[in-house]
């Protein structure tokens, strides 16, 4: 029997909507004042996707590597300035620098790695595979970086006096600031890590359920998820390892001093 995936009718789409005019409604009446940011987010949501479509349908009809390229490389440093938003906290220019270093060392040697390693795709900018693969990717890596800065700048800054005290008493910097950096390592893996466990038992993940709806062996499709949440848990521990490696020392200066924010 042949499977060929289901059209989803304008008005049938559209009812899916309602779902966020209830979620509109629930709100309102708990005066939680967030109406504005669901509406918000929504039209940004349905824009975005549509366009999206668009584009990857011209590229799929004929990719150019140089494109693909560039819609990696954009999706990249998009990701770059969503995590200097998303974290409310100030930060420095050191800092922002060690975010970007990490989100690309770590997000485009996975990719690579994966591209040319474990599935081996031809050629290497099948826009089919590359462009939601590297969506991914990134995507779970900004997730897991904006976690690990939030806990490493309200660490720091909670647990300054403390900082401050060990380095009086002769502790290097690394060590003065190792509990806060390794919580903010474990809070930014642990979602990465918690979404594995329920894998296959509590949730089918998104792209196995796509392969699926369109036909594809579920065996097939299980081979390519388990690829791709190998991917995106080496793509998070490296930005995030990275990250913490090197982001702590932008507190302090070149005498190891502790720098007041």
Request: proline share 4%.
């Amino acid at each position: 029997m042949e499977n060929v995936i289901r059209d989803i009718e304008l008005w049938r789409l559209a009812a899916g909507y309602l779902f966020i005019i209830l979620l509109i409604a629930f709100v309102r009446w708990r005066g939680l004042n967030r109406e504005i940011r669901i509406i918000v987010s929504t039209a940004r949501m349905t824009i975005q996707l549509v366009l999206v479509g668009y584009i990857l349908t011209y590229i799929f009809e004929d990719p150019n590597p140089y494109i693909i390229t560039f819609i990696v490389l954009f999706m990249l440093t998009f990701s770059i300035f969503n995590t200097y938003k998303q974290v409310a906290k100030p930060l420095s220019r050191k800092l922002k620098q060690i975010i970007a270093l990490s989100m690309t060392a770590g997000s485009l040697l996975t990719l690579l790695y994966f591209n040319f390693v474990v599935i081996h795709f031809q050629p290497w900018y099948e826009p089919h595979y590359l462009i939601p693969i590297a969506g991914m990717i990134i995507g779970n890596s900004m997730t897991g970086i904006t976690l690990g800065v939030k806990n490493l700048v309200e660490g720091i800054e909670k647990e300054k006096h403390l900082i401050e005290g060990a380095l009086m008493l002769g502790a290097k910097p690394e060590a003065a600031t190792k509990s806060v950096v390794n919580s903010a390592f474990d809070s930014a893996i642990l979602p990465t890590i918690n979404s594995m466990v329920g894998m296959g038992i509590v949730f089918l993940p998104g792209m196995m359920t796509g392969q699926i709806l369109a036909g594809i062996n579920p065996i097939i499709a299980i081979e390519y998820q388990i690829a791709v949440l190998l991917g995106i848990a080496g793509s998070v521990a490296l930005t995030v390892m990275i990250f913490t490696l090197f982001g702590y020392k932008t507190f302090f200066n070149d005498r190891q001093q502790f720098i007041n924010k």
